[in-house]
């Protein structure tokens, strides 16, 4: 693993950028299982999948995170709403729509 700085060729920022993508996609993997694991626990107290407190409080979370790690927390906010809505869709699938739910 090679820092950014010290990155002499394209072919060594190429394979670090690879060598994250992968971890990237390791890490998305992971929150989905807890994404599956919460569906279940949604249908068994019968929750719907979006909840619109918690979207907004992941936001927030993502846009601390963002200016601790010196990113615009507007480009990092849309990136999260795009998982959040994913991973809605991936709990829906589980639950079934939002809209066909008691309550």
């Avoid at 615009?72 to 639950?95: C, F, G, H, M, T």
């Amino acid at each position: 693993m090679l820092k950014p700085a010290d990155c002499t060729t394209m072919a060594e920022i190429r394979a670090e950028i690879d060598r994250l993508d992968e971890d990237l996609v390791r890490l998305f993997a992971e929150r989905a299982g807890y994404i599956d694991r919460a569906a279940e626990i949604k249908a068994e107290v019968d929750l719907p999948a979006r909840i619109g407190s918690r979207v907004e409080e992941v936001v927030s979370n993502v846009r601390a995170h963002a200016e601790t790690y010196g990113l615009p927390p507007e480009l990092v906010e849309k990136l999260w709403r795009r998982l959040i809505d994913w991973s809605i869709a991936r709990e829906e699938n589980k639950l079934g729509p939002d809209s066909l739910r008691k309550g």
